[in-house]
């Protein structure tokens, strides 16, 4: 077994701290890489705290992982020691299902493998994440990472790229079109950064003033403040898409009424509670509220290639693995421009 080095929570009350551990050997599939950054995601403490239920401890989360192969197996054929190499929110899935198979193993129909706070495909081995110096994932779950981009920021675009890549490509949004994002946050603002690069109208829609001049500095054309009843009342019916990444409750009714006829509503932030949505906000106008969750491997490689393609990355804040409390109390205030990623060589 491998020893790794890694930052762990003991159970739901208590902070991350360091914990040593083990993982499997390099099998002959199999690709290990040393952790050089991770990103830190809204959903690692939602798990940390249990708020979701299911928690498996001791939890190592992180899934926004980049680093350099130090190791591949006697049959990898897409990895060699020296490369960049990332892995993103899964490190499995059964392969044979319908959506195995079509390359949207985020939808697994027996359960994918979660790359922490889950279990291997043997259902008892628990995965542990990229809060550690070093991983060991199969190849065809390793994703290839450009050496033209900067490789902390890059980090983000595991789960906050492809959380917003993923259905602004399922619903062709590009040029002719009118996008709302909804929220600037880690989600956000890589969803302006999308939409502009694939064509769209961005608008910004949020109930801070404050965030205008980011909104702009990142593409965005035009800028909403939602709590302004009269700005809100102007683009009554005016979007084709929205999309959605705000976590915190609100009135999805309310957004419905900026859709356009047709128009789509597209769910990838996570309320802490249900929402009731009338019929009616989605009747008149034959509107349709969706949701998304990450991508493929397939797609999430396309993600990545588009990045480097455009010169996309995430807007970052680098941290020192100590201060991690501190950077979820920030998180959670809101207080980071706009993904915090860990340097892993302090570790």
């Known amino acids: 077994m491998i020893q790794v080095k890694g930052y762990a929570a003991q159970n739901a009350k208590t902070d991350l701290a360091p914990w040593n551990f083990e993982r499997r050997e390099v099998g002959p599939h199999d690709v290990q890489f040393d952790i050089l950054y991770c990103g830190i995601c809204h959903s690692d403490l939602h798990q940390i705290k249990d708020e979701w239920g299911g928690a498996i401890y001791p939890m190592v989360p992180g899934h926004e992982i980049v680093g350099k192969v130090v190791k591949v197996g006697a049959h990898v054929k897409k990895f060699k020691v020296g490369d960049l190499a990332g892995v993103g929110c899964l490190v499995d899935s059964c392969r044979t299902c319908d959506n195995c198979k079509e390359g949207l193993e985020q939808y697994c129909l027996t359960g994918s493998s979660y790359t922490y706070n889950g279990y291997e495909q043997d259902k008892k081995t628990p995965t542990y994440g990229g809060y550690s110096n ?23 675009l595991l789960c906050a790229g492809i959380t917003t890549y993923s259905p602004l490509k399922y619903w062709k949004v590009g040029k002719g079109h009118k996008l709302a994002v909804l929220g600037l946050g880690g989600l956000g603002h890589m969803g302006v950064k999308f939409g502009v690069a694939l064509g769209a109208e961005v608008t910004v829609l949020s109930t801070s003033a404050s965030k205008e001049a980011d909104a702009k500095k990142l593409g965005a054309h035009k800028f909403v403040v939602t709590s302004d009843e009269k700005q809100f009342k102007s683009v009554t019916g005016y979007f084709d898409f929205i999309l959605d990444t705000v976590s915190a409750p609100h009135d999805f009714n309310q957004y419905l009424s900026l859709l ?88």
């Open 134 to 156: 070093t991983i060991v994932v199969h190849e065809d779950f390793v994703l290839q990472i450009s050496e033209k981009l900067s490789l902390a920021a890059v980090a983000p």
């Open 260 to 347: 356009r006829t047709n128009g789509t509503h597209i769910c990838v932030g996570v309320p802490p509670e249900a929402s009731a949505v009338h019929a009616f906000s989605l009747l008149g106008g034959r509107k349709s509220l969706a949701g998304s969750m990450i991508g493929g491997l397939p797609e999430t490689q396309e993600m990545l290639d588009f990045c480097a393609e455009h010169n996309i990355v995430s807007d970052i804040e680098m941290i020192d693995i100590k201060n991690i409390k501190q950077a979820f109390d920030r998180m959670v205030k809101g207080d980071v421009r706009y993904r915090f990623v860990i340097d892993m060589a302090t570790l």
